[in-house]
């Protein structure tokens, strides 16, 4: 494995909307100017995961913690196919990886992969600008600053933006269970907003896991007959999605429905709720979270811009708050057998405190044998 020297590393800026400049070196796929909404991630670990975290598109990750890359990658860490981030912006990208289970450096993944990166950067200094001014677009790369300027001036954010069109699969497939799952019997169909490979795997040993396309009719998915219906994680605005919330308003109460992130999001919306932006989101592997039934606080993997406002969901009870800022982390409806996480209970990359909720998944879509008359009701995690 090749390691890539420093020297070969030019220098490169990172100007954000409001005239912030960060200085650095450009690295990975180095071009001179990238563009995107700044956004910082705390995870110590999981570097990979989050690169290749499709949720991630249209944004640049400046990640706050100091060495990036020490261990390498390996496809097995892949969340997705290939990157759907704008770059990655580091205080330290490791030029020699050591891990038994790495077969390639991040710089080289990174070039592979077409991703520019800035390294040599103070991160925690451009961490504590995003939470002042909040999630910025910017621009970066290896031209002058007055062009920096004005890509980033031009830059957009992901308020109002479909980006789940750009990541979601063009096609059905078919992922069979495994494990108990290979006997269940439970047929789950998954709404690929931007689905992350754990989360399709953590499925299937439920039972056979069908993912869709995010355009995919409510009449669409009930003719695959399924036992429950799982809405992903995925990019944007989910106020730009109103054929997902509406195909998601059709299933509800004709099936048992989970959602993780952008899949709470828009569960929430289809049962009348609404989103907000946050100022710079949660983005890290370390978040409180208390599961209120039992009072039992989770440590979370996170990774959102938007959340549900709190109380605007009719006939819903709130599940699970986040104790940094009171963010609404889960809620069950009263009347529907659906739920949903605002965090990732997959957690790749992440602590596993959650993952008890696939298993909700399952009783519940037990409880509710009957695939198309969505009989019973008041069901769901609390």
Not at 171 to 194: C, I, K, M, Q
Not at 306 to 316: C, H, K, L, R, T
Request: with cysteine; glycine share 12%; proline share 7%.
């Amino acid at each position: 494995m090749s390691a890539y020297s420093v020297n070969d590393r030019p220098p490169a800026l990172l100007v954000t909307a409001d005239g912030r400049v960060f200085s650095g070196e450009a690295a990975g796929a180095v071009v001179p100017v990238a563009t995107g909404e700044l956004v910082f991630n705390t995870a110590m670990t999981g570097y990979q995961e989050v690169i290749t975290d499709p949720s991630y598109a249209g944004q640049v990750i400046a990640f706050t913690s100091t060495h990036i890359g020490n261990y390498g990658t390996n496809a097995a860490d892949d969340e997705a196919g290939a990157p759907h981030c704008r770059g990655i912006v580091v205080c330290d990208l490791a030029t020699e990886p050591s891990n038994w289970r790495s077969t390639e450096g991040l710089e080289h993944f990174l070039r592979r992969h077409d991703v520019p990166a800035l390294t040599g950067v103070d991160t925690r200094r451009m961490a504590r600008h995003v939470r002042q001014a909040g999630a910025v677009p910017c621009a970066f790369g290896t031209a002058p600053e007055a062009e920096l300027r004005a890509a980033a001036a031009a830059a957009v954010g992901t308020d109002g933006m479909d980006l789940v069109s750009g990541v979601t699969a063009p096609e059905v497939n078919v992922h069979r269970g495994t494990g108990a799952g290979a006997t269940s019997g439970l047929r789950v169909v998954a709404y690929d907003f931007g689905v992350k490979t754990t989360m399709v795997q953590l499925l299937t040993t439920l039972g056979t896991v069908t993912v869709v396309p995010a355009g995919t009719s409510a009449d669409d998915v009930l003719a695959l007959q399924p036992d429950g219906v799982f809405l992903s994680n995925g990019p944007g605005d989910p106020a730009a999605l109103p054929g997902p919330t509406a195909a998601v308003a059709d299933l509800v109460g004709r099936v048992p429905v989970f959602g993780i992130c952008l899949g709470h999001q828009i569960l929430a919306t289809a049962l009348g709720g609404s989103t907000y932006k946050l100022p710079f989101g949660h983005h890290g592997a370390n978040h409180p979270v208390q599961r209120l039934e039992t009072g039992v606080v989770e440590i979370t993997s996170q990774n959102h811009n938007y959340a549900v406002a709190a109380g605007s969901i009719p006939d819903a009870e709130t599940t699970h708050v986040n104790l940094n800022d009171g963010v609404i982390e889960g809620f069950r409806s009263l009347t529907a057998p659906a739920f949903s996480v605002q965090y990732h209970p997959e957690a790749a990359p992440g602590p596993h405190d959650a993952r008890y909720l696939f298993g909700a998944f399952r009783e519940l879509m037990l409880a509710y044998p009957s695939r198309t008359t969505g009989t019973g009701t008041g069901a769901g995690v609390r």
